[in-house]
């Protein structure tokens, strides 16, 4: 959301790039062992976040891409799945410099999870040629997420606009004391945030996957069996819930060369491989129906609140849904005042959802970093279940969903269509590749959350510099194409001046008084 506003260039991409990918950062009490008077070391992250966004020159860019492989891949040829034999004529033919080569059957990849990620994922595989299964428990899976996806995706994605419920193309940030800013005026006619309801967005995109090949099956992923030789199969147990008698779904198994996990942030798949825990957010959601004249006011309009009273350490939402709104919160540090922090974006917002009836509540955790390992053999992460979420926004489903394409594609090439097999060298290029286009938004990001919601003075000052058209500039322009914008030296030097000068004020000047919402 808004918060992308700071996202507006690269940062050098540190050598964290572990034989399995992107480390994680270690588990941090960040927003919590910060102090409201701690002006100096905040001071010292917004000189590092502006001055780093704005000094990584193109040429620099370039060079980080080149070594971790972030060069574009020309779309494979589609080889039909037509006339397979069976699986007992499968024969498997040693091919030296490439992945073995396999006869009497294509490559079986299971895609755990049928989200943006998982949905991606299956339906590239399919397209490309491999014999694709993707698994998912819950048909009509409503995850508590804002819901906001970037212009770029519904073109990326060939997203059909009835998708989309509400084109936002005004965002009101509004600070603790309700100072309220309102951004969106640099957008031109044809650009808006998309808000999409996730039932209705992952149902179409697993549904498309289907419709290109891949077998879709209802149900609950319990473990697997690792092989037992190099190019041994995976054995995955799970519950096909498609028969469900009583609730009780029926115990099957499944032999695959290829598993990707993209079944969220309590991932079996990372479990099973042992890929290491990360720090989690707990995001809450209730989805409330309001009045008419209450709900034009949301007609193309998103609010973003920030205060102690809706979290600790990051912000509080009003998003638009096709004929509700989505009212939630989230935090890290303090998971068990979740119900407090939604009682305070109810009590904030109050006077513009007054009378609304609540038809659905959700939790759900959301990651707040990768995983310390992604890839291990032939089985590897996308989506949340790597970690996949930016911090200071909260942004996963683009992600999500480019991650589990980006993945796949990787795995079509190396197979040739699935015709060959794959190794973990063939799923680390997806990692790297990722790492290399996406690494640096995570990092500015990350810096950014640090600086601006540590304490309320801070976030007066971040509400403050939404103020500058600048900013508002380049917030939309990099969050709604998802490509590194800003690069004026004079801009990014008045902004910085702008943030030490709104965070001195905010920290030592007159306290601002509480306004009244209208």
Known sequence: TSASAFAVSGQAQKSANAQYGLRGVPARDSAASTSSGSWVSATAVAATAAVTAAAIPHRQRRAANKLAGATSVAAPSVVPNANMPKLSQAKVIVCAGLGEKLEGRKLRVAVIGGGPAGASAAETLAIG??????????????????????????????LPQELIDRRVRKMTMISPTNKEVQIGSTLADDEYIGMVRREVLDSYMRDRAGEKGATLINGLFMGMTLPQTKNGSYVLTYNDLGDAVSGKGTKKTLEVDVV????????RVAKEIEAGDYEYAIAFQERMRIDDEKMEYYKERAEMYVGDDVSPDFYAWVFPKYDHVAV????????????????????????????GEIIRVEAHPIPEHPRPWRTKDRVTLVGDAAGYVTKCSGEGIYFAAKSGRMCAEEIVEASENGTRMVTQDDLMVYIRKFDSKYGPTYFVLDALQKLFYTSDPARESFVDLCEEKYVQKVTFDSYLYKTVQGNDPIGDLKLLGKTV??????????KREMQTLS
Not at 135 to 146: F, M, S, V, Y
Not at 148 to 158: N, Q, T
Not at 260 to 267: C, Y
């Open 328 to 355: 939630g919160t989230g935090t890290v540090v303090d998971k068990k005042g979740i119900q407090k922090y939604q009682q305070g974006i109810r009590d904030r917002a109050e006077p513009r959802i007054r009378g």
């Open 260 to 267: 990707i996990g993209a079944d969220g942030a309590n991932s």
């Open 501 to 510: 000068s709104s965070l001195w004020e905010n920290n030592f000047g007159k």
């Open 129 to 158: 040629g491999c014999e694709t299964y993707l698994i998912e428990r819950k048909l009509d899976n409503c995850k508590p997420c804002g819901g906001a996806i970037p212009l770029c995706m519904v073109g990326e994605f060939d």
